[in-house]
Nanobody, 121 residues
Framework: QVQLVESGGGLVQAGGSLRLSCAAS????????MGWFRQAPGKEREFVAA????????YYADSVKGRFTISRDNAKDSVYLQMNILKPEDTAVYYC??????????????WGQGTQVTVSS
């Protein structure tokens, strides 16, 4: 089992920045590919960013490319999402996910409880 706890969400004005953190506990964190997904009201959950277990590769949704950066610190069992130049359409609940294998997918094995990000115009 892996427990994931997100933090760092909040209310920010458009153009601002936030840094989300996801702390993992349980099984060896370094074995898992990690990622971030988000779900806005009335919409399906969508992929945001992913990072391989070693951190050698990262992947981004087109909508956040160039603005968001995913990173991980296996020594701290944590993954991060630095979000810059935030837009109102980034408003959503952001979820951390963990999956055995190279890349996390929407069918990830483990999910956090989510953290709310609200971007005001």
């Amino acid at each position: 089992q892996v427990q994931l706890v997100e933090s760092g969400g909040g209310l920010v004005q458009a153009g601002g920045s936030l840094r989300l953190s996801c702390a993992a506990s349980g099984r060896t964190f370094g074995s898992f590919a990690m990622g971030w997904f988000r779900q806005a009201p009335g919409k399906e959950r969508e992929f945001v960013a992913a990072i391989t277990w070693s951190g050698d590769s990262t992947y981004y949704a087109d909508s956040v490319k160039g603005r968001f950066t995913i990173s991980r610190d296996n020594a701290k069992d944590s993954v991060y999402l630095q979000m810059n130049i935030l837009k109102p359409e980034d408003t959503a609940v952001y979820y951390c996910a963990a999956q055995l294998g190279r890349v996390v997918t929407p069918k990830a094995d483990y999910w956090g409880q989510g953290t709310q990000v609200t971007v005001s115009s």
